[in-house]
């Protein structure tokens, strides 16, 4: 089992910054995934990490602006969010996956999901 507490979510305006953290217990040693949600519309991928941290994924939306990264001695993801738009206001949630390869980018190859965090950015 893989418990996955998300923080740092909050309320910035356009342009600004925020750094979203995932604290992971259990067994850490599985690929890592950030999604996000706006209500009424389907859970989007924004960004995956592996275990090893060699190897990052970007939604296009986000690439650029977006940074994924991962502290396997503190079992903590990180998503670094910069250049923030109004379009990125979404619940963020961070996802494990037990699965070694296959496709990073849809949500059903993830098997733990974190409760999500509340991120708005005001124009």
């Known amino acids: 089992q893989v418990q996955l507490v998300e923080s740092g979510g909050g309320l910035v305006q356009a342009g600004g910054s925020l750094r979203l953290s995932c604290a992971a217990s259990?067994?850490?040693?599985?690929?890592m995934g950030w999604f996000r949600r706006v209500p009424g519309k389907e859970r989007e991928f924004v960004a995956a990490?592996?275990?090893?941290?060699?190897?990052?994924y970007y939604a296009d939306s986000v690439k650029g602006r977006f940074t994924i990264s991962r502290d396997n001695a503190k079992n903590m993801v990180y998503l670094q969010m910069n250049s923030l738009k109004p379009e990125d206001t979404a619940v963020y949630y961070c996802?494990?996956?037990?699965?070694?390869?296959?496709?990073?980018?849809?949500?059903?190859?993830?098997?733990?999901w974190g409760q999500g965090t509340q991120v708005t950015v005001s124009s």
């Open positions: 996802a494990a996956r037990r699965k070694l390869d296959g496709i990073w980018s849809v949500s059903y190859e993830y098997d733990y």
């Open positions: 990490i592996n275990w090893s941290g060699v190897s990052t």
């Open positions: 259990g067994r850490t040693t599985y690929g």
